[in-house]
């Protein structure tokens, strides 16, 4: 099974600055077929279900900011907020769906400093 | 526009059998690469994945949690159902399910059913 972990567990940044988020895989998760990486990122706010941001590490789902971007390949991934909004506070996760069963991070929750 | 819903009970006591039901709308599982999965939540912790059913009737779980869980589809009702036997207080969580793409993930979440497990 692919263990997926996360880093920081928590993370204050101003409002305006970056937000950088890690996640690592235990193998890889490209598919070499197509050369993509089957990895995403989800927001979730208090009380609410996760969203989805962000697919194939870094492709982002409709109607998302572009503030937010996804980065990496094989085992190594980056969630970045460009400036930080107050309606960022949320839990971050990231999941690889390479391979059953698909894995979740710890999460990642981001605040306001 | 994908919705899904999760109904079942709010409490079960200790070795009983949760059932809960996903109803769901926007799609089909009739239709080739369609899936509905199923992810709880522990109150103030991480997700975790449990089960996957696909349009032709595939199933995936959970290893740890594999003896326990059933995944069941009823593609008339559009409903998908999840079923776990000797339930446990460590079972307490907010069960979602979920339409998942084999492409980008679990792309629509039901507003998810928090079950309690107390005597």
């Known amino acids: 099974d692919i263990v997926v972990t996360q880093s920081p567990d928590s993370l204050a940044v101003s409002l305006g600055e970056r937000a950088t988020i890690n996640c690592k895989s235990s193998q890889t998760v490209l598919y070499s077929s197509n050369n993509k990486n089957y990895l995403a990122w989800y927001q979730q706010k208090p009380g609410q279900p996760p969203k989805l941001l962000i697919y194939w590490a870094s492709t982002r789902e409709s109607g998302v900011p572009d503030r937010f971007s996804g980065s990496g390949s094989g085992t190594d991934f980056t969630l970045t907020i460009s400036s930080l909004q107050a309606e960022d506070v949320a839990v971050y996760y990231c999941q690889q769906y390479y391979d059953t069963p698909y894995s979740f991070g710890q999460g990642t929750k981001l605040e306001i400093k | 526009q994908i919705t899904l819903k999760e109904s079942g009970p709010t409490l079960v006591k200790p070795t009983q059998t949760l059932t809960l039901t996903c109803t769901f709308s926007g799609f089909s599982l009739r239709t080739s690469g369609v899936r509905v999965g199923w992810i709880r939540q522990p109150p103030g912790k991480a997700l975790e994945w449990l089960a996957l059913?696909?349009?032709?009737?595939?199933?995936r779980y959970s290893p740890s949690l594999k003896s326990r869980l059933t995944i069941t589809k009823d593609t008339s009702k559009n409903q998908v159902v999840l079923t776990m036997t000797n339930m446990d207080p460590v079972d307490t969580a907010t069960y979602y399910c979920?339409?998942?793409?084999?492409?980008?993930?679990?792309?629509?979440w039901g507003q998810g059913t928090l079950v309690t497990v107390s005597s």
């Open positions: 979920t339409h998942n793409s084999p492409w980008f993930g679990e792309t629509h």
């Open positions: 059913i696909y349009w032709d009737d595939d199933k």
